[in-house]
Nanobody, 123 residues
């Protein structure tokens, strides 16, 4: 069964950095767009970033643009999210998922969700 496993979350002070990883197992996703989303307590799941299958196109939510970088290593079947200049508003569970044919920021357009990794930013 294909699945995605996120890792790299943790507790960090405001202004700090974390790098999240999303490793795929059971199948390869190197021909699919991949996306990162996050969900804070009491809030809806929101789009963070997405990347094309080749890695040559990336998309970001306005709230993270210039601070977060999405990348992928298809040889390792892994997608990354480098997060810099973190602030308390970035606190959430971060999920990766497999995208569709075209870019979309809508969670319903994604599948094979991982279990998520908690990111907590203290002030």
């Amino acid at each position: 069964q294909a699945q995605l496993i996120e890792s790299g979350g943790g507790l960090v002070q405001a202004g700090g950095s974390l790098r999240l990883s999303c490793a795929a197992s059971g199948r390869t996703f190197d021909t699919y767009r991949m996306g990162w989303f996050r969900q804070a307590p009491g809030k809806e799941r929101e789009f963070v970033a997405a990347i094309s299958w080749s890695g040559d196109r990336t998309y970001y939510a306005d709230s993270v643009k210039g601070r977060f970088t999405i990348s992928r290593d298809n040889a390792r079947n892994t997608v990354y999210l480098q997060m810099n200049s973190l602030n308390p508003e970035d606190t959430a569970v971060y999920y990766c998922a497999v995208g569709g044919t075209y870019f979309s920021p809508i969670p319903l357009e994604y599948s094979n969700w991982g279990q998520g990794t908690q990111v907590t930013v203290s002030s």
